[in-house]
């Protein structure tokens, strides 16, 4: 019974000790083109990590120029309980090709899938999901869409997500109407400067991408758009004090706020190795995951007279 006694004490002290030594391993670009990029996960996931009450160690690795399998080799061990990285779209490939045997959440979307890895982006498919619900809420049947030049290359995924979901029609316009039918919508594609060069616009079902949402420049009154919605209010505190103690672009802004909901999702897993779903209201949106499946939904608004306001 004394020596059953001593087993189970030692195995206790075993397991505590390898709980408390246990750590989640980080796969940034902290150099390189990618860098700012990178740390400004990198201070989202800090600044969450630093607000909540876990205290599993976290261990940063610097993926630039670094082939992911090798890294992997050289840092995972069996005090790992997860990988949380890469953010390059190539690298999260790689990693997947690697087979990883612990879980991990990846940065970005790959073009194939692996049980143990988790994908989560800030991607245009998301963004498409979201205003598809603005324009059928807005009952639209027929949308224009006219584009800046040279940057059609970066709206390819988006109109391609989009209409795979709709059934109304989509015409690619030359110039933007003055004038639109009660059930025709205008899809602006384009930055913030060639959107405020555009000649006098409809005030009503015009939309617009994140992308032309600029710190300190206007925007046309009556234009909807999905973002992030940690910019727009102020219910996550760590994001507000992030960009506040620095001038941080609006893009590097939703890379925070993308770090932090990166944690909070690591976290659920590291409270529950086992769970299978969650729902949650993040910095980024709603998201909603379901058997290694992520999807994220921004929240919409639209620009009126007195400012922007959330779209119900």
Known sequence: MLNNKK?????????????????????????????????????????????????????????????????????????????????????????????????????????????????????????????????????????????????????????????????????????????????????LLGNNAWLNKLPQLPHKNIYILANAVEQGQILPVGVKFCDVPALYGSEWPDVIQSVQANAIPIAYQRLIAFGGDAWHIASQYLAEPNLKSMQFQGRTGLIQVNNNQIQRIPHCYENTKKGIRALL
């Open 7 to 187: 087993i189970l004490i030692g195995f206790l002290l075993y397991c505590i000790f390898n709980h408390a030594q246990a750590e989640v391993l980080v796969i940034l670009p902290e150099s390189g083109p990618m860098a700012r990029a990178g740390l400004s996960v990198k201070q989202g996931f800090m600044s969450a990590y630093q607000a909540s009450e876990l205290e599993t160690p976290i261990k940063f690795v610097n993926s630039d120029k670094k082939p992911i399998a090798q890294l992997l080799k050289q840092n995972v061990n069996k005090k790992t309980q997860m990988v949380i990285g890469p953010l390059a779209r190539q690298d999260v490939d790689a990693l997947i090709k690697a087979k990883p045997k612990v879980r991990v959440l990846a940065l970005n979307d790959a073009s194939s899938q692996f049980a143990n890895v988790e994908q989560f982006s800030l991607s245009k498919q998301d963004d498409a999901v979201a205003l598809n619900q603005v324009l059928q809420n807005d009952k639209i049947k027929e949308l224009y869409v006219l584009q800046q030049k040279d940057a059609e290359i970066d709206n390819e995924l988006f109109l391609i997500s989009l209409l795979t979901q709709t059934n109304y029609h989509l015409n690619l316009i030359e110039e933007a109407p003055k004038k639109l039918n009660k059930h025709t919508g205008l899809l």
